[in-house]
């Protein structure tokens, strides 16, 4: 009995001391082994980390003037754990929104109760954050809710950085704009390690902004905060503290200066072709009005294949985005009734290019050996130009030829040239010349069917540039075979799937399917200036560090090289100089008058080469081009404008080029005005025009006006010597009346001053 006791006694012992070793061992895993992960859980539970946003790089002109930047704004923040805690009930806090929301409108900034609340219940912010409401509020807010903080618990008004665009609306659509960042992009962008996104981080939306966005865009510092259980903030972990690391700067080839003037010029022929009437059409019925919605110009260095300038009417202040587009203002932008402001025309835009090109038609003419051949006389041979053209392959009755549709084409009004060779074609701009070329071509046999097109391929027409700006369209160059494919695709949309002479007529003079951006235009005719170089044209010089070394140069990209026979270049050149240098030419008084809206362009010390362009469109006003380069012998600029629904090339397109063209050549491109040199110069307006009254009217008049006992005014002042001075920026307000002047002469004309 007694070892039966000892034996149980026994087996008990064994069984507490393991389960004490069980529990000794178990205390050693807890505490040894895991208790480095357990102290960084334990200190996850009791930190929290505030994301520091880091400025973006700014974007620079090509002589590094800063064009967007970041600027110190006023914004109010409401914190969510300091408004909870001060236990609103639902009448008392929406009592005090709507008194935020009052106060905000008074300042001018509009803001909604519904803004607010949606604001506050954005997921994407934490219980600690400072959730922004209002961005660029005025200053006075600042003291008005300092003052009050009882009565509005957790708002806080405070200095944050914005995205600023110096020049307002200069160069918008190049530049682009930025904005939060929404769910679609968190999910397709792929950030650098340590930039990624949160849901309220900005990012760029267009433009350069958009195309750049891992460049510009800063690494995200960071403060780390240490909590109780309770969410009482115990101190801040200065050592686990990371500072924001600014974004790189973007330097582009653009001129501001030049960038000022073209959309300058831009804006002026729009609202002056809006004022034209058309003339009536030989049958007597009413021509389209010409509405001018909207137009593009693109100057390009034809030696590296830079962007000089781009513009794009009508156009937006970038400015307006900080702090996001309201619902109504984006509908503003993107509505078609309102010429689609945000529509980069310059590399988005579509457009016929018409009679310019004809220089293409012509390459492909004189490479293919067309010349001499068929219907189509020698380049150097002139032959008389009927004005009409019916083609040969068509059967229609020859005596009706109005009826026999694709058979029948004409120069515009029927105009007749005498003595048109290749040279002569392109000066007086002779349609059925290339009438002529587009059927041969097609007919003959021992030419290529897609001579042209194949032409128009290698200099650059039916696809993407490469410039470095998003949203850029291919343009689109028809051939037979495309033609075919489209109607086996989509019968409907297509019925026609088959292509005759009449096709290749119309895209020898650049009409019918062929469609072009004014970036594509211009960069054709670089391949043209500079003898055979096609490049993918840079909008971006280099990529460089917030220090200003360089992180990456672009340097001119050559995408292809097309052989341009010598022989022809010369004749052709001939035949574009004479287009605004010959009295005949199609541009001649756009670039040697003042009463056409051009100017008087200098010929001798700089020979300009051009081409006019008429592109029909149906049920609308004809689209305006013009293409220009020079100096001829060593091209430094090339110029394309195009104006929507605007009339004839030689009327509107062509003024605006020689305008600014003229300017170029003789450097008087004036400095472009910044959105503060602006604003001075409308505050400072009135005063120069009373001070011009007063200098411009007689001795006793002056005397008399001067009130010796009278008090200093607040606000800008008129100096004695004709100079005001409005926050800094000095305003001569005899340059400021000249400027006038000078505007509204051009505008008006002359006898406007």
């Known amino acids: 009995m007694d070892d039966l006791v000892r034996y149980r006694m026994r087996m008990l012992g064994v069984v507490a001391i393991s389960l004490f070793l069980a529990l000794v061992a178990r205390l050693w895993f807890l505490q040894v082994l895991t208790g480095d992960e357990a102290a960084a859980i334990a200190e996850t539970n009791i930190t ?82 400072n959730v922004p409401i209002a961005v660029d509020v005025s200053e006075d807010l600042l003291v008005y809710f300092g003052e009050r903080p009882h009565r509005y618990p957790g708002v806080r008004v405070a200095d944050t950085s914005v995205r600023s665009f110096l020049y307002g609306d200069l160069a918008a659509h190049v530049l682009g704009w930025v904005g939060p960042v929404n769910d679609t992009e968190l ?64 330097v582009l080839t653009i001129d501001i200066d030049l960038q000022d003037l073209v959309q300058a010029e831009l804006e002026r022929t729009v609202y002056l072709g809006r004022t034209k009437v058309p003339q009536s059409t030989p049958d007597g019925g009413d021509p389209p009005p010409f509405n001018v919605p909207g137009g593009a110009v693109v100057i390009l260095d034809p030696t590296d294949g830079d962007v000089l300038a781009m513009a794009s009417y009508p156009t937006y202040d970038p400015n307006e985005s900080i702090g996001g587009f309201s619902f109504e203002r984006w509908s503003e932008l993107n509505d078609p009734a309102n010429d689609l402001p945000m529509f ?30 068929g219907r189509v006389k020698p380049a150097d041979e002139p032959w008389d130009d009927p004005g009409e053209y019916f083609l040969q392959s068509c059967r229609a009755d020859a005596d009706d030829l109005e009826s026999a549709g694709g058979c029948y084409f004409k120069n515009a009004g029927k105009k007749p040239y005498e003595q048109v060779d290749l040279t002569r074609s392109l000066t007086v701009s002779s349609d059925v010349y290339y009438y002529t070329i587009g059927e041969s071509i097609f007919v003959n046999t021992r030419h290529s069917d897609t001579a042209i097109q194949d032409t128009a391929t290698e200099y ?37 799937g088959g292509w005759y002479p009449g096709d290749n007529v119309n895209v020898a003079v650049g009409q019918g399917e062929v469609l072009a951006t004014p970036l594509q235009l211009a960069n054709a005719y670089t391949v043209f200036a500079n003898a055979g170089s096609r490049w993918a044209p840079n909008i971006v010089e280099r990529i460089a560090s917030h220090d200003g070394g360089t992180v990456l140069n672009f340097g001119p990209r050559q995408a292809a090289e097309v052989e341009i026979d010598p022989a022809f270049r010369n004749r052709v050149l001939r035949g574009l100089v004479g287009v605004v240098a010959d009295e005949e030419g199609t541009a001649y008084w756009a670039f040697n008058s003042e009463a056409t809206d051009g100017t008087y362009f200098p010929h001798d010390q700089y020979p300009l080469a051009g081409k006019t362009g008429t592109a029909e469109v149906r049920g609308r006003a004809d689209t305006s081009l013009f293409a220009a380069f020079g100096p001829v012998q060593e091209p430094t600029y090339v110029m394309v404008a195009v104006l929507e629904e605007a009339g004839f090339g030689s009327s509107v397109a062509a003024p605006l080029v020689a305008r600014v063209m003229t300017r170029i050549f003789e450097g008087t491109v004036p400095e472009a005005p910044t959105m503060d040199e602006r604003y001075a ?54 340059q400021l009346i000249d400027d006038l002047l000078i505007g509204r002469e051009a505008l008006l004309g002359p006898e406007a001053a």
């Open 48 to 129: 929290r980390v505030i994301t520091i946003q880091a400025p973006r790089g700014r974007i620079l002109d090509n002589q590094g003037r800063v064009l967007v930047g970041n600027r110190v704004t006023t914004s109010i923040t409401i914190n969510r754990r300091a408004l909870e805690e001060a236990d609103l009930d639902e009448s008392e806090r929406r009592a005090m929104l709507t008194s935020i929301a009052v106060e905000v409108n008074r300042s001018g900034k509009l803001l909604k109760v519904t803004d607010l609340e949606r604001a506050l219940a954005n997921q994407s912010y934490g219980p600690y954050d």
């Open 187 to 250: 999910q397709s962008r792929r950030p650098r390690e340590g930039k990624e996104y949160q849901l309220r981080d900005e990012i760029g939306k267009a433009g350069v902004e958009l195309m750049f966005e891992d460049e510009l865009r800063g690494m995200n510092g960071r403060r780390v905060l240490e909590v109780d259980r309770r969410g009482e903030i115990v101190r801040e972990r200065t050592d686990l503290f990371v500072p924001p690391r600014t974004g790189n700067d973007v």
């Open 344 to 373: 980069n025309r310059a590399v988005q835009g579509e457009y016929a290019p018409g009679s310019t090109f004809k220089l293409f038609t012509a390459h492909a003419a004189w490479h293919e050996d067309v010349f001499g051949v």
């Open 460 to 496: 650059g027409f039916g696809y993407q540039t490469g410039v470095q700006l998003p949203f850029e369209q291919d343009g689109y160059m028809p051939t037979p075979e495309r033609r075919a494919g489209r109607h086996r695709q989509n019968p409907e949309a297509f019925p026609f």
């Open 681 to 734: 110069r409308s505050t400072a307006l009135p005063l120069c025009i009373e001070w011009f009254w007063w200098k411009t009217g007689n001795t006793l008049e002056r005397l008399e006006s001067i009130d010796l006992d009278a008090e200093p005014e607040s606000g800008p002042v008129l100096g004695a010597d004709g100079v005001v001075r409005v926050r800094g920026v000095r305003i001569d307000c005899e």
